[in-house]
């Protein structure tokens, strides 16, 4: 069965990467929730997409400019809604708390937007903390800095990564063996039959973004995606349900 991923949470419908969005992501019936990290000034691991806080926040600067304290203060806004920008610590929290709640087991994709290059040790402190709340089988750890994932796996061999890219690849299923990877995270416009059919006989998921075309959805589903990350859950989630009940 295809899994649907919230992308950023239900980033259609509420602000991206906050506690809201992530947990309507799951009461709209979303396997797991996807999510963006970065370092506070003050090492911190913080959950929000851009580098720097102009778009959602109106703020001159970057996020790593700012402490974890400095950061509480501002808002994350969307149409009507303020949010705060949460801890990766508060949303691990918040997915415990939703699995107890709903009795199922979720999955967490988390996108290194950079690794220790930009954020020293980054890969480390998120391995450690996450694992102190899930299963490493309901986490992956993402990036289209490719180093993290090498880093990722270097720091824990169990760790499942999955290897981001924006482009189409020759052999894609190769390079990802080549990263010890466990799952393609392509742009779903990238993805053809014959990425479909390398990855397939080479037993490696495909977890392509950002899904929200209801046909493109349906072709990824009928072709057994491993999971769709998207914008809008509940529309993803219908769709398979449609589609189960008619095969």
Known sequence: MTKIIG????KAYFAENTL????????????????????????????FHDFTLKRMCGIKGAISDYTL???KAF???????????????EVLVLLVSLEQ???RQLILNVEFKAGSDLYPGIEAATLNLCSSYLKKEQVIYSSFDHFSLQRIRALDADAQTGVLTGSAMVEPWEYVKKLKANYYHPAYQTV???????LTH???GLNPYTVNDLKVA???????????????????????????NNI
Request: glycine fraction near 6%.
């Open 7 to 10: 992308h950023r949470g239900a």
């Open 20 to 47: 809201p969005s992530f947990e309507a992501a799951i009461l709209q019936g979303a396997d797991g929730i996807e999510l963006d990290i970065h370092y506070s000034k003050d090492g911190e691991i913080m959950v």
């Open 69 to 71: 304290e400095e950061l």
């Open 75 to 89: 808002t994350v806004s969307f149409k009507k809604q303020r949010e705060k920008i949460p801890t990766l610590r």
């Open 101 to 103: 709640m709903h009795g």
């Open 192 to 198: 053809n039959a014959y990425a479909i059919e390398g």
């Open 202 to 204: 080479a037993s490696i």
């Open 218 to 244: 349906k072709l990824l589903i009928h072709h057994h995606a491993n999971a769709i990350i998207t914008d809008t859950p509940d529309k993803m989630v219908a769709l398979r349900t449609a589609y189960e």
